[in-house]
């Protein structure tokens, strides 16, 4: 492991968009369309106003989604990172635990405005950054989130610095040299989940990545071994130095993270670990009354109970990771939507009556395995169980459809929300960023 900082430079650096097959380029564009969605969805949400008052906002080429306005490509990136992760309804790979565009896009659409770059140079970083933070995480993980670390923010900074400095065309050493930057910019803990500070883990990735590259071209210097250095970011952030680099390594150009196990869009705007029961909740809708429940029990694998075991959420925000009210919620209107975390919502009657019946227990079968038990007062017992990863991944993908659907969910429909799903759709052949961003500003209306 002499040189695996180098060696993942080397190999996302040489990536060019021949070499990314036809279903890599249209499940990297969902992943990109489904982020920014997200991110125009999230621009009035607490968390990103709030940061709006706080954070710098310097003149510059950059939209802030937020406002329509043109500002430097870091404190674009920040804010429009943090926009993009409010809703927690960004897209989530098993084998990072966390969410790996979100980390990347916000940053990377913000640089390549200002570098005036193509969407086929977009296209190709993202896939090169989103390979890097996953394949990291296959030799990190799971003593890195078991851990308290969150994914999206630790493994997603280095993903958005390789990002970046594949954009800008560094060289491998200069990659390299971001790369370890960016890992001492590595910081986000699992314990905010279900607070404001879990978005700005997102922004802080995507403005650190940014930052790294271009510290990296003006000639800052780093080690050039910082992931696997004595005192480097694998011994430091798990448990182990003795680490197998070939899942880091092996397969890059053929084997794409992207696919196998994918990227993973979500349908539910909460934690991807409770999909499963949601979809087991939904199943039983239909044949039960809730004012017939007396009691429900939710079994979900043990490892993923420690973040969702939250038996009444104090906000919207909290309810994302809240397994017992999202299945009360799913057993009264058989979905989640992005209006069920407002406050009326959320302090329902009817669904916190519900909420306080719902019990959970721990289960050794599979990790994405949930299983929904309910009993009636007159004794009959119902139960349904679901299988998800964490969200639609290409084994079970949504239809070109309901991709359709959910980012007309997060844009409202309008000729120019069309027009937008249209081109990013077709990314890969714009010579610039610019007629894209133009149909996000203004905002769409939320």
């Not at 430079?9 to 992943?31: I, N």
């Not at 004012?291 to 075991?309: P, S, T």
């Not at 799913?330 to 302090?347: K, Q, W």
């Not at 991709?403 to 890969?428: G, I, N, W, Y």
Request: negative net charge; charged residues 20%.
């Amino acid at each position: 492991m002499s040189a695996l900082t180098l060696d993942l430079a080397r190999l996302a650096s040489g990536l060019r968009l021949c070499d990314l097959s036809d279903p890599v380029q249209h499940w990297a564009k969902r992943a990109i369309t489904d982020t920014l969605a997200c991110a125009l969805a999230g621009v009035n949400e607490p968390a990103v106003r709030l940061a709006m008052g706080v954070l710098p906002a310097s003149p510059g080429p950059s939209l802030a989604f937020v406002t329509g306005d043109r500002l430097h490509p870091l404190d674009a990136a920040q804010i429009n990172g943090i926009a993009a992760h409010a809703l927690d309804f960004d897209d989530c790979n098993l084998e990072m635990d966390g969410h790996p565009s979100v980390s990347i896009v916000p940053g990377l659409f913000a640089l390549a405005e200002a570098r005036n770059a193509s969407g086929a140079q977009v296209l190709t970083a993202y896939v090169a950054g989103v390979e890097t933070e996953i394949r990291l995480a296959r030799i990190a993980n799971p003593a890195h989130a078991e851990r308290g670390w969150h994914p999206t923010v630790t493994f997603g900074v280095i993903g958005a610095a390789v990002a970046a400095a594949h954009l800008m065309r560094l060289s491998p050493e200069q990659t390299a040299t971001a790369m370890s930057i960016a890992a001492s910019s590595a910081s986000g803990l699992r314990a905010n989940s279900g607070t404001m500070t879990k978005p700005f883990h997102a922004g802080q990735a995507n403005r650190n990545g940014v930052q790294a590259a271009l510290l990296a071209e003006a000639g800052y210097t780093a080690r050039l071994n910082a992931l696997e250095h004595k005192f480097g970011f694998l011994r430091a952030f798990g448990d182990s130095f003795d680490v197998d680099p070939g899942p880091a390594l092996d397969g890059w150009g053929k084997d794409f993270a992207l696919l196998s196990p994918g990227i993973a869009i979500k349908q539910y705007p909460c934690c991807a670990f409770i999909h499963c029961a949601i979809d087991a909740a939904a199943q039983l809708r239909g044949d039960i009354k809730t004012a017939q429940i007396e009691r429900i029990e939710v079994a979900l694998h043990h490892k993923r109970l420690k973040n969702i075991d939250r038996p009444m959420p104090k906000d919207g925000l909290d309810a994302k990771f809240s397994t017992q009210h999202l299945t009360a919620r799913a057993l009264i209107d058989g979905t989640v939507g992005l209006d069920d975390f407002r406050p009326e919502r959320v302090f329902d009657p009817t669904v916190v009556a519900l909420t306080t019946k719902v019990a959970l227990v721990p289960h050794e079968e599979g990790l994405s395995m949930g299983r929904v038990h309910v009993w009636r007062a007159d004794g009959r017992h119902l139960s349904a169980e679901a299988t998800v990863a964490m969200g639609r991944d290409p084994s079970n993908p949504m239809t070109q459809s309901q991709v359709r659907a959910k980012f007309h969910d997060c844009v409202p429909p309008s000729d120019q929300s069309t027009a937008l799903f249209d081109a990013l759709m077709q990314l890969e052949t714009f010579p610039s960023l610019a007629p894209i961003t133009a149909a996000m500003c203004p905002p769409p209306p939320n």
